[in-house]
């Protein structure tokens, strides 16, 4: 079973900026995309930004321009880094790993691992 885990949440005041990471229990560079989502109190989980195994990016537009997504070969990390955070920022941050397999019926099959999850409070 493949591991993964946040951290790096906190409390931080608005126009800060914050840097999450997740590690995980293999290689971050195996998986086909790793993402970062969030889920703010009384909402759904939303989306915010992904990195594939070739390093393409892909961002929501809520955070294109504040939060970049980044993986470290050698600290084995995949980074969301935020700045200009904003009080409506403030959720539960989750990582996301996606591998991809072609099955013996040529269908695609997936396995997706999340996190627990890293607590980001924007306030004064």
């Known amino acids: 079973q493949v591991h993964v885990e946040e951290s790096g949440g906190g409390l931080v005041q608005p126009g800060g900026s914050l840097t999450l990471s997740c590690t995980a229990s293999?290689?971050?560079?195996?998986?086909?995309?790793m993402d970062w989502y969030r889920q703010a109190p009384g909402a759904q989980r939303e989306f915010l930004a992904s990195?594939?195994?070739?390093?393409?990016?892909t961002y929501h537009e809520s955070v294109q321009g504040r939060f970049t997504i980044s993986k470290d070969r050698a600290k084995n990390t995949l980074y969301l880094q935020m700045s200009e955070l904003k009080p409506e920022d403030t959720a539960v941050y989750y990582c996301?790993?996606?591998?991809?397999?072609?099955?013996?019926?040529?269908?695609?099959?997936?396995?997706?691992?999340w996190g627990q999850g890293t607590l980001v409070t924007v306030s004064s």
């Open positions: 990195i594939s195994a070739q390093g393409g990016t």
């Open positions: 996301h790993a996606r591998e991809e397999y072609i099955g013996v019926e040529l269908e695609t099959v997936s396995y997706d691992y």
């Open positions: 293999k290689s971050v560079f195996s998986f086909n995309t």
